[in-house]
């Protein structure tokens, strides 16, 4: 099931003009994003991992909507991709973010 394409999901903030655009409505000048490109680290190991993001909201809300066999056939595929990105120092995946600097007007 895919997010909503207008309401709140994981990446409803990643387009500046929309960010911008809130702050802007909200009473904010002179806004501004950095982009900041890092792993992101879900734990020492692909079981570990797996729980981590099965905690996550938007996971619990996706499986919940999925019938029985359908969310365990999620859940292996979703480990196998954990497991495909296991490196020496843990479970990482490459992660992009903003940076969001803003003055109130």
């Given at each position: 099931m895919?997010?909503?394409?207008?309401?709140?999901?994981?990446?409803?903030l990643a387009d500046p003009a929309v960010a911008g655009g809130i702050l802007a409505t909200a009473g904010f000048a002179d806004i501004s994003f950095t982009d900041v490109h890092e792993?992101?680290?879900y734990g020492p190991d692909p079981a570990v991992a797996l729980d981590v993001?099965?905690?996550?909201?938007?996971?619990?809300?996706?499986?919940?909507?999925?019938e029985a066999g359908e969310a365990a056939r999620a859940l292996d595929r979703l480990h196998a991709t954990l497991a495909a990105h296991q490196a020496p120092g843990g479970v990482?995946?490459?992660?992009?973010?903003?940076i969001i600097a803003a003055r109130r007007r």
């Open positions: 895919p997010p909503p394409a207008d309401g709140p999901h994981p990446f409803s792993p992101v680290y993001v099965r905690g996550l909201r938007s996971s619990r809300d996706m499986l919940a909507g999925l990482f995946f490459d992660a992009r973010a903003w």
